[in-house]
């Protein structure tokens, strides 16, 4: 077997399998880790990714429009309303990029960034320490 091709697909099949290990990890105190999942409203398929991220978590994914994602006032406002959490995003490519560089900007640090392609929708799901 060619070793590039068996490394990627190593890093491909991992890429899919890290985010909701690495966001659920437990801190080092050992106590459970507060999770929020926010996911886009208007996309079915986000809205299912999100659902088999949180499925035996317990955690309930917060919907959120298109609008408050993409505008710097409903960003901050979403990041103070979660406080200080772990944070996953299921969203399209556009509002991914905003949310993530609004977020950077107020000093939270990216763990996990995924790209899904699901059809005919690009989806990205991520990982933020706030």
Known sequence: MDRRIF???????????????TAF?????EREAEV???????????QALA?????????????VGADELC???????????V??????GVMDDAAAVIFQQIAAARGTGL????QHRIGTESLVSFAINT
């Open 111 to 114: 763990v996990a960034h995924t």
């Open 7 to 21: 490394l990627k697909g190593l890093m491909g099949s991992g890429a899919l399998g890290v985010l909701p290990a």
């Open 36 to 46: 929020t999942v926010v996911v886009q409203a208007g996309l079915p398929r986000a």
């Open 83 to 88: 406080g200080r959490t772990s944070l996953i």
């Open 51 to 63: 659902a088999g991220m949180t499925d035996d978590r317990g955690v309930i994914p917060l919907t």
């Open 71 to 81: 505008s710097y006032a409903g960003v901050s406002a979403l990041l103070d309303r």
């Open 25 to 29: 990890a437990r801190p080092a105190a």
